[in-house]
């Protein structure tokens, strides 16, 4: 029983794969039309008909009936469905298609891997983008020059000119607009002592774009007290500027310059904090000490000394004060000119130079130089030749 189940699966297979009902061939028929010299297509009045997904039993081989009767009540029920899933699977449109696309894949390689003997297949003419390349189908000659373009070159300095014109056309008609959005400058009263940087590449993406930097002087604080200022300038160390006495700090930590300001902001705040000599705070109010330890309000960093030797005087040179001109030294030089004067050594005035006069002075001083003079030979050489 087991032998003949098996056998009937396996032929149940082979009935699956076979070809759909589109590769049946219909003969066309034809109807002549009165009015037209090419015939109509009708439809074939007795069509072939088309498999069904039913089960039958004559579509067995005698062989598989024989088997088929052997099997039990269930097992022919098993087979009878498998037999009408896989028809119903086949009958789909789906499946058509693929199928379909299958069997053209299939001739258009054994068409170029096995070419009909006999035809001629035309020969695609190597060009210069498709020099060098194994494959030629789909490509072919390159197109010929009809002297109706201008080179890249040209190209790019028209895309140049045009992108000229646009600025220009910017500047003309839009950037005069632009004045009624103006404002009057106000420079920063003495409450604004943050001065920020900014770092812009007129809208093109930079990593250096977010960086911002402030800078502010201790000494415009009206809260602290000349103690106060010391501590702080200690506490800024390196970035304290004795020269210019401004502490400059900069920050490219985050990814906008919003963020980084914000930072330098709440850092410039928590150093005036830190700077400033205060009480101890109540315990339940906020404080800004970042440590577990209290606060000693009488630590003034007194006993720390002030360490500039980050920064390197740059020696200036000047004009000496010897140089320079006095009322003592003008009355001196204007004396010694009047003596010079007197004394009859006083300059001559400048006279005007006469090009041509020296140009004819110096020809009529020039020696004639004597023309050189071939040498003849004697009548009494020329007789012996």
Same mark, same amino acid.
């Given at each position: 029983?087991?032998?003949?189940?098996?056998?009937?699966?396996?032929?149940? #297979?082979?009935?699956?794969?076979?070809?759909?009902?589109?590769?049946?061939?219909?003969?066309?028929?034809?109807?002549?039309?009165?009015?037209?010299?090419?015939?109509?297509?009708?439809?074939?009045?007795?069509?072939?008909?088309?498999?069904?997904?039913?089960?039958?039993?004559?579509?067995?081989?005698?062989?598989?009936?024989?088997?088929? *009767?052997?099997?039990?009540?269930?097992?022919?029920?098993?087979?009878?469905?498998?037999?009408?899933?896989?028809?119903? /699977?086949?009958?789909?449109?789906?499946?058509?298609? #693929?199928?379909?696309?299958?069997?053209?894949?299939?001739?258009?390689?054994?068409?170029?891997?096995?070419?009909?003997? %006999?035809?001629?297949?035309?020969?695609?003419?190597? %060009?210069?983008?498709?020099?060098?390349?194994?494959? &030629?189908?789909? !490509?072919?000659?390159?197109?010929?020059?009809?002297?109706?373009?201008?080179?890249?070159?040209?190209?790019?300095?028209?895309?140049?000119?045009?992108?000229?014109?646009?600025?220009?056309?910017?500047?003309?008609?839009?950037?005069?607009? &632009?004045?009624?959005?103006?404002?009057?400058?106000?420079?920063?009263?003495?409450? @604004?002592?943050?001065?920020?940087?900014?770092? !812009?590449?007129? %809208?093109?993406? /930079?990593?250096?774009?977010?960086?911002?930097?402030? @800078?502010?002087?201790?000494?415009?604080?009206?809260?602290?007290?000349?103690?106060?200022?010391? *501590?702080?300038?200690?506490?800024?160390?390196?970035?304290?500027?004795?020269?210019?006495?401004?502490?400059?700090?900069?920050?490219?930590?985050?990814? !906008? @310059?919003?963020?980084?300001? #914000?930072? &330098?902001?709440?850092?410039?705040?928590?150093?005036? /904090?830190?700077?400033?000599?205060?009480?101890?705070?109540?315990?339940?109010?906020?404080?800004?000490?970042? !440590?577990?330890?209290?606060?000693?309000?009488?630590?003034?960093?007194?006993?720390?000394?002030?360490?500039?030797?980050? /920064? *390197?005087?740059?020696?200036?040179? *000047?004009?000496?004060?010897?140089?320079?001109?006095?009322?003592?030294?003008?009355?001196?030089?204007?004396?010694?000119?009047?003596?010079?004067?007197?004394?009859?050594?006083?300059?001559?005035?400048?006279?005007?130079?006469? %090009?041509?006069?020296?140009?004819?002075?110096?020809?009529?001083?020039?020696?004639?130089?004597?023309?050189?003079?071939?040498?003849?030979?004697?009548?009494?050489?020329?007789?012996?030749?």
């Amino acid at each position: 029983m087991a032998s003949a189940a098996q056998g009937l699966k396996r032929k149940a #297979r082979t009935f699956g794969f076979r070809l759909p009902a589109s590769f049946i061939y219909r003969p066309p028929c034809y109807i002549s039309r009165p009015f037209s010299l090419s015939p109509q297509y009708q439809d074939d009045p007795n069509p072939s008909p088309l498999p069904t997904s039913e089960f039958s039993l004559s579509s067995l081989t005698p062989k598989a009936q024989e088997q088929y *009767k052997l099997l039990s009540l269930d097992d022919r029920e098993a087979f009878q469905r498998a037999y009408e899933a896989r028809e119903q /699977h086949f009958s789909l449109p789906e499946t058509e298609d #693929r199928l379909n696309n299958v069997v053209a894949k299939a001739v258009s390689e054994v068409i170029r891997d096995w070419p009909i003997s %006999g035809v001629e297949q035309p020969k695609i003419k190597q %060009g210069f983008i498709n020099m060098g390349e194994t494959d &030629l189908e789909g !490509t072919g000659e390159d197109d010929e020059m009809d002297n109706d373009d201008i080179t890249s070159i040209a190209h790019g300095e028209l895309e140049q000119h045009r992108e000229m014109r646009q600025y220009a056309r910017i500047a003309a008609w839009e950037m005069p607009l &632009l004045s009624k959005l103006s404002t009057p400058f106000q420079p920063p009263t003495d409450e @604004q002592i943050l001065r920020f940087r900014y770092t !812009t590449y007129m %809208g093109e993406q /930079h990593p250096a774009e977010k960086k911002v930097v402030v @800078q502010f002087s201790p000494l415009d604080l009206p809260s602290l007290t000349p103690i106060q200022v010391r *501590k702080l300038v200690k506490l800024a160390g390196v970035r304290y500027n004795p020269e210019t006495q401004v502490i400059k700090m900069s920050c490219e930590m985050f990814e !906008t @310059q919003a963020q980084n300001k #914000r930072y &330098l902001g709440d850092l410039v705040d928590t150093l005036i /904090h830190e700077a400033q000599v205060l009480p101890l705070p109540p315990p339940h109010a906020p404080s800004y000490n970042t !440590t577990n330890r209290p606060q000693d309000p009488s630590d003034t960093f007194e006993d720390i000394p002030l360490d500039f030797r980050h /920064h *390197k005087l740059k020696s200036k040179p *000047k004009f000496p004060l010897e140089w320079r001109m006095t009322p003592e030294r003008q009355a001196q030089r204007e004396a010694l000119k009047a003596l010079k004067v007197e004394g009859g050594s006083a300059a001559k005035p400048a006279e005007v130079v006469d %090009g041509v006069k020296l140009i004819e002075k110096a020809l009529s001083e020039v020696v004639p130089i004597p023309r050189p003079v071939m040498a003849t030979q004697s009548a009494g050489k020329l007789r012996r030749r």
